[in-house]
């Protein structure tokens, strides 16, 4: 059906995928026209998705009769990779991917999109540990309703990952549940290191079909339930939704109740052997429990432990006028730890004096027992809009500007009717920074989503490089994208002669510029943080406008309409 090739784009000097379509053989011309305008709707639509857990689409086109789609390349290997060299993957890390991927498709489904070939060779695994959901099913150039496609789509392995309805001789049709399916089968190949039963195979031989536990006795119950609900044969018996799912595999983390105790008599002599016993019998439980969970909740966890809170940074402003920097509100100075006491500081920590008794334990009646169950807590993806009204300097333009908390692009933000606006050679007065720098403590930081175009994006200065996001992990900067007018941004209203494409972007709202009848736009941004930054804490997020040096013009400029961060909580 065709290839995906890896190029480089020589204009944007970036490495690509080049998805090549090529139509079935013996297809009448209007069936063929009709394939083909679908998947030209197809392609526009998934070139307006951005999501961190999603291929971008940067551009299609046709030659000689076949069709091509252009993809953001990604570094990684594929999850059948990982499976092929390691087997049953853990438990824990399965599912942090299936998170993820299940936020993305939760996302493409409010969109209306649909992946249609969830499998382990469709989803890349980054060095950062991101999954990444490659090649959606666009309409192929080949009839559905041939038998000949039938057989060629079960020669290429797909079958195993897909639900009954997508290959029905009823022309049953596939909905948000048929992804579901697809997921719930990858799941079980990841979890097992087997491939599945096709849904045919399972409905002719359903005494074939193993549960997962079946081929890895140490899955959790909950785990297994999910993912067999995930991979109902009938439509009605699946999740409903994304979310629904993702609900149902955090819930696998819940320990069962404790089997009674039972209590044993114990010479004295052993008491001291049954107390070492006792505590290293803790020491394992308490270090699995906290194996088990996941990186992310680890360091949280570490972080909640220690009991002390990080000074708020101060907002300040350079008297140059060439930065702005900005501060959330300070937190309280102390918190609680997770029983309700006090923190331990150095005001309130009795001491022990050479005349201080030292309390003695008592030991009780011997005793064998189960461990008690814990419930441990489990890491939740969490949007933290961050307020501008500390760096602001303008006003947008739009005659009805969107204010308020409200949601675009499937994030939070907290916005006003005020904006940062840019400017690359350092103004005369105080209104137009270089750079704007977002003071944060915010730790777990995953991702920053941000509103942001062009003020001055005219098409001599397509695909130039005109600015950079960085962020500071602890302190430390990294570099999260260059923008590429053009790739990454574009012009914010519509008027002639300027860039009005930016696959990169994603645009969430447009409306009438005030005064005229142009309309306005603004796009959603989001980028990737570093290990570093979910590791540890991000610390700030910082715009430059960098016009001055790469195209030798302050035209462009750079206006920040808002900014959130996702962390694990």
């Known amino acids: 059906m065709g290839t995906v090739y890896r190029a480089w784009d020589l204009r944007l000097d970036v490495s690509v995928a080049i998805k090549e379509m090529v139509p079935q053989p013996g297809l009448d011309d209007a069936m063929l026209a009709g394939m083909r305008r679908q998947f030209r709707q197809e392609a526009t639509v998934l070139a307006r998705l951005n999501h961190p857990s999603l291929v971008n689409v940067t551009d299609f086109f046709e030659e000689d009769g076949n069709v091509y789609l252009v993809m953001r390349f990604i570094e990684g290997e594929s999850l059948a990779?990982?499976?092929a060299q390691r087997g049953p993957l853990p438990e824990?890390?399965?599912i942090a991917w299936a998170e993820q991927l299940l936020d993305a498709l939760a996302y493409c489904h409010g969109e209306g999109v649909l992946h249609r070939d969830i499998k382990p060779q469709n989803i890349i695994l980054r060095p950062d540990g991101q999954a990444v959901l490659v090649d959606f099913g666009l309409v192929k150039l080949w009839d559905p309703g041939d038998p000949q496609t039938r057989t060629a789509l079960r020669g290429m392995g797909t079958p195993e990952y897909a639900p009954p309805e997508q290959?029905?001789?009823?022309?049953?049709?596939?909905?948000?549940?048929?992804?579901?399916?697809?997921?719930?089968?990858t799941l079980y190949h990841a979890l097992t290191g087997q491939v599945p039963l096709s849904a045919s195979d399972r409905m002719a031989t359903p005494e074939q079909f193993k549960p997962p536990r079946e081929l890895a006795a140490d899955l959790s119950p909950v785990l297994e339930s999910a993912v067999m609900q995930?991979?109902?044969l009938p439509l009605d018996s699946r999740f409903r939704d994304a979310q629904q799912m993702r609900v149902a595999l955090v819930a696998r983390r819940t320990s069962p109740s404790p089997p009674p105790t039972r209590r044993l008599r114990m010479p004295a002599g052993l008491l001291a052997v049954g107390a070492v016993v006792t505590l290293a019998l803790c020491g394992v439980s308490a270090w699995g429990a906290a194996n088990a969970v996941g990186p992310a909740l680890a360091r949280i966890g570490a972080a909640r432990t220690a009991g002390s809170v990080a000074p708020a940074p101060t907002a300040t402003s350079t008297a140059a006028a060439?930065?702005?920097?900005?501060s959330p509100t300070a937190p309280p100075a102390a918190t609680s730890t997770a029983s309700g006491s006090p923190p331990l500081n150095a005001a309130t920590a009795p001491t022990l004096t050479a005349s201080t008794p030292v309390p003695t334990a008592t030991a009780p009646t011997p005793s064998i027992a189960s461990p008690t169950a814990t419930h441990t807590p489990v890491?939740?993806?969490a949007y933290e809009p961050v307020t501008l009204d500390a760096v602001a300097n303008a006003t947008q333009g739009f005659a009805a500007p969107p204010t308020g908390e409200l949601t675009l692009g499937g994030v939070p933000f907290r916005l006003t009717e005020r904006i940062v606006q840019t400017q690359a050679e350092p103004a005369t007065h105080s209104t137009f920074p270089t750079r704007v720098r977002l003071d944060l403590a915010i730790p777990g930081a995953t991702h920053v989503h941000l509103l942001l175009t062009t003020g001055n994006g005219f098409r001599d200065f397509a695909g130039s490089a005109i600015g950079e996001v960085l962020a500071y992990c602890d302190g430390t900067a990294a570099h999260l994208s260059t923008l590429v007018l053009g790739q990454d941004i574009r012009e914010w209203h519509s008027q002639p002669n300027v860039v009005a494409t930016a696959p990169r972007a994603q645009e969430v709202w447009t409306g009438p510029i005030a005064g005229t009848t142009v309309q306005g736009r603004i796009d959603l941004l989001s980028l990737d943080l570093p290990a570093a930054c979910r590791s540890g804490a991000l610390t700030a997020v910082e715009v430059v406008d960098r016009s001055t040096e790469t195209v030798g013009s302050r035209d462009p400029a750079l206006n920040l309409t808002g900014v959130t961060v996702q962390a694990y909580r």
């Open 379 to 381: 890491p939740m993806v």
């Open 322 to 326: 060439q930065d702005v920097v900005a």
């Open 92 to 94: 824990t890390q399965v």
């Open 230 to 232: 995930a991979l109902a």
């Open 167 to 185: 290959y029905s001789t009823l022309q049953q049709h596939t909905d948000a549940r048929s992804d579901l399916y697809s997921l719930g089968a």
């Open 81 to 83: 990779q990982r499976i």
